[in-house]
């Protein structure tokens, strides 16, 4: 039934307003999410957030409107992601708790014969349920299983279906019979406008840490190509003071005559360290050559050169 003009307007006037009261929206997906899941997630999110549906047609042609009016607007990045069966959801809260409440509301659902996997599904060993005389059933799949106390068993797990592949008639078949709903639906977050930033909702992931870490190897890199090419920058000031300060100790080491402050406590812990192993190598040597003493007065048992004793008195 087609929607009449005066609520067309009702529509029109009502999107507008979001987009003047709302900074951040999050460009949703809703496939397979039922008017009753819908209305629970709107009940969730009321307060902190406004879920908007409608076809993509009225939403395009609202934003379009909204962009005549404001000229340049940001806004205009949207269009091209109204595609599919998605909604838009306004908000000026903090978009990671926003995420947590349009996600926590999911609902099982059986596997439907050609739907795609959105995880992969491993159907668990253990009793089935299934009497004996649906042993071909499983023969067929190429499941291995074993008769006990009266049921089938599946002898171990089997990998039944991997993400991104369609259900066959075979595996929903499988599924409903041990009565395993593999697959949660609900609403999943596709793209973030956020105060004229368009990203992908993926970026919510990213921990402080992770952001640290990519900016750090942002900035190696910006220091490394800029002394290779010589350009002076913050990112590369610190290593060109750096390598230009060893330079300065490379010369001061090779000059008897010249120091300077900064040098002396390098030129300090140089010498430290060449004289730890000379101090450690004359204190090792100072017990063999003891020992050789002893043992060369050992070897001779108190005599002399003839044999003798000590008293200088041999056999002849």
Request: hydrophobic share 40%; with cysteine.
């Given at each position: 039934?087609?929607?009449?003009?005066?609520?067309?307007?009702?529509y029109?006037?009502?999107v507008e307003n979001?987009?003047?009261?709302?900074?951040?929206?999050?460009?949703?997906?809703?496939?397979?999410v039922?008017?009753?899941q819908?209305?629970q997630i709107?009940l969730?999110?009321?307060?902190?957030?406004?879920?908007?549906?409608?076809?993509?047609?009225?939403?395009?042609?609202?934003?379009?409107?909204?962009?005549?009016?404001?000229?340049g607007?940001?806004?205009?990045?949207?269009?091209?992601?109204?595609?599919?069966?998605?909604?838009?959801?306004?908000?000026?809260?903090?978009?990671s708790?926003?995420?947590?409440?349009?996600?926590?509301?999911?609902?099982?659902?059986?596997?439907?014969?050609?739907?795609?996997?959105?995880?992969?599904?491993?159907?668990?060993a253990?009793?089935?349920?299934?009497?004996?005389?649906?042993?071909?059933?499983?023969q067929?799949?190429?499941?291995?299983?074993?008769?006990?106390?009266?049921?089938?068993?599946i002898?171990?797990?089997?990998?039944?279906?991997?993400?991104?592949?369609?259900?066959?008639?075979s595996?929903?078949?499988l599924?409903?019979?041990?009565?395993?709903?593999?697959?949660?639906?609900?609403?999943?977050?596709?793209?973030i406008?956020?105060?004229?930033?368009m990203?992908?909702?993926?970026?919510?992931d990213?921990t402080?840490?992770?952001?640290m870490?990519k900016?750090?190897?942002?900035?190696?890199?910006?220091?490394?190509?800029?002394?290779?090419?010589g350009?002076?920058?913050?990112?590369?000031?610190?290593h060109?003071v750096?390598?230009?300060?060893?330079?300065?100790?490379?010369l001061?080491n090779?000059?008897?005559n010249?120091t300077?402050?900064?040098?002396?406590?390098?030129?300090n812990?140089?010498?430290?360290?060449?004289?730890?192993?000379a101090?450690?190598?004359a204190?090792?040597?100072?017990?063999v050559?003891e020992?050789k003493?002893?043992?060369?007065?050992?070897d001779?048992?108190?005599?002399?050169?003839?044999?003798?004793?000590?008293?200088?008195?041999?056999?002849?």
């Amino acid at each position: 039934m087609p929607i009449s003009k005066e609520r067309k307007i009702e529509y029109f006037t009502k999107v507008e307003n979001l987009l003047d009261s709302y900074s951040k929206i999050i460009v949703v997906g809703v496939d397979n999410v039922g008017s009753n899941q819908l209305q629970q997630i709107r009940l969730a999110m009321r307060g902190d957030a406004v879920i908007l549906m409608g076809k993509n047609t009225m939403m395009r042609k609202v934003l379009n409107n909204y962009i005549a009016k404001h000229p340049g607007h940001a806004v205009e990045q949207l269009i091209g992601r109204i595609q599919g069966n998605v909604g838009l959801v306004f908000t000026n809260g903090d978009l990671s708790k926003t995420r947590e409440k349009l996600e926590a509301n999911r609902v099982p659902a059986p596997a439907r014969v050609g739907a795609e996997c959105p995880i992969d599904v491993i159907v668990p060993a253990g009793p089935t349920g299934c009497d004996p005389g649906q042993t071909a059933f499983f023969q067929t799949l190429q499941i291995g299983t074993k008769i006990v106390k009266g049921q089938i068993e599946i002898t171990a797990p089997v990998p039944l279906l991997k993400k991104g592949q369609k259900v066959g008639t075979s595996e929903a078949a499988l599924l409903q019979k041990l009565n395993i709903k593999p697959f949660t639906y609900g609403i999943t977050l596709l793209s973030i406008y956020d105060n004229g930033s368009m990203y992908d909702a993926a970026v919510l992931d990213l921990t402080p840490e992770d952001l640290m870490a990519k900016f750090t190897k942002a900035i190696r890199n910006v220091a490394a190509i800029s002394l290779h090419l010589g350009y002076v920058n913050v990112a590369s000031v610190p290593h060109s003071v750096a390598n230009s300060f060893k330079n300065l100790l490379l010369l001061t080491n090779a000059l008897e005559n010249y120091t300077f402050p900064q040098a002396e406590a390098f030129k300090n812990a140089k010498s430290a360290v060449a004289a730890a192993p000379a101090a450690g190598a004359a204190a090792a040597a100072a017990p063999v050559v003891e020992a050789k003493k002893e043992e060369s007065a050992a070897d001779l048992g108190g005599m002399d050169m003839f044999g003798g004793g000590s008293s200088g008195k041999g056999d002849y």
